[in-house]
């Protein structure tokens, strides 16, 4: 990167308000959303349930714009949280801790992983909203649940680029959720608002919008090996903002939890 491209780099930086993000939760989506922040020029703070000391490879990895801590010290620490752990966990997220924060919220409803959650299996209530509920003094915003880890790393792209893809973004809060685009443009994606907590389920599992679209089609008749490679080596579609927002604003609500894809939360 030359100098020029280091001092644009952090204006936009500093003209969006975020210097550090910090995570709750390092699996599948927190490693590609800690890879994207670091390569944007943020600073990190990466936190697990199983403490600092077992992310000593990761922030050896991302070098110096990375430090592992608990998940008290990422909350306090960053300028946006991510919550990026299995939904079954959501109760762990510490109220106090979070308070007055702004949460990204990256967890789905997978039955088949969380068990049944009985306020999620009709359609009364969407996950984020349950998130929202328990932590009453942050500002939940969806985000980053309905592309797979792969994907959500390989297709970042810089602003204005003709292959730049879009995902969508849910919140009652409409400065969160302008900070949370923010973020979004400084990794590499535009940000649809497809309304508040209670239209989230438009990006949930079994919608249009997530998972496949991003990926592309997959070729017929290969076996689990085949597979697997076609998942690391897809470069997968652009899907760009114009898409998404047909994608979700068409999409049926599917039944809570629909189908586990290749995504993981942790």
Do not use: C
Request: hydrophobic residues 40%; charged residues 25%.
């Amino acid at each position: 990167m030359s100098e020029h491209q280091a001092q644009d780099l952090d204006q936009h930086r500093s003209g969006s308000g975020i210097r550090t993000l910090g995570l709750i939760g390092t699996g599948m989506i927190g490693s590609a959303l800690a890879r994207l922040a670091v390569a944007a020029g943020l600073d990190v703070v990466l936190s697990n349930s199983r403490g600092p000391e077992t992310l000593a490879d990761l922030v050896a990895e991302l070098g110096g714009h990375a430090r592992a801590a608990t998940p008290a010290e990422a909350a306090r620490a960053g300028d946006l949280v991510v919550a990026t752990i299995p939904l079954y966990a959501y109760a762990r997220l510490s109220p106090a801790e979070l308070d007055d924060r702004i949460v990204i919220d990256t967890m789905n409803y997978y039955p088949e992983r969380d068990d049944r959650i009985a306020e999620l299996d009709g359609t009364g209530l969407t996950s984020s909203e349950l998130v929202q509920r328990h932590l009453a003094g942050a500002r939940v915003v969806k985000a980053f649940n309905n592309i797979d880890f792969r994907r959500l790393f390989t297709s970042a792209r810089p602003a204005g680029a003709a292959d730049r893809s879009a995902l969508p973004i849910a919140g009652d809060d409409t400065e969160a959720k302008a900070r949370v685009a923010g973020l979004l443009d400084l990794i590499g994606y535009d940000a649809v608002d497809i309304g508040p907590l209670s239209e989230s389920w438009r990006s949930e599992p079994g919608t249009s919008v997530y998972v496949r679209p991003y990926m592309g089609a997959r070729p017929e008749g290969m076996d689990e090996e085949a597979t697997r490679r076609w998942f690391f080596e897809s470069p997968g579609t652009v899907l760009p903002a114009d898409r998404v927002g047909e994608l979700t604003a068409t999409t049926g609500r599917a039944p809570a939890g629909g189908s586990r894809a290749a995504i993981t939360d942790d």
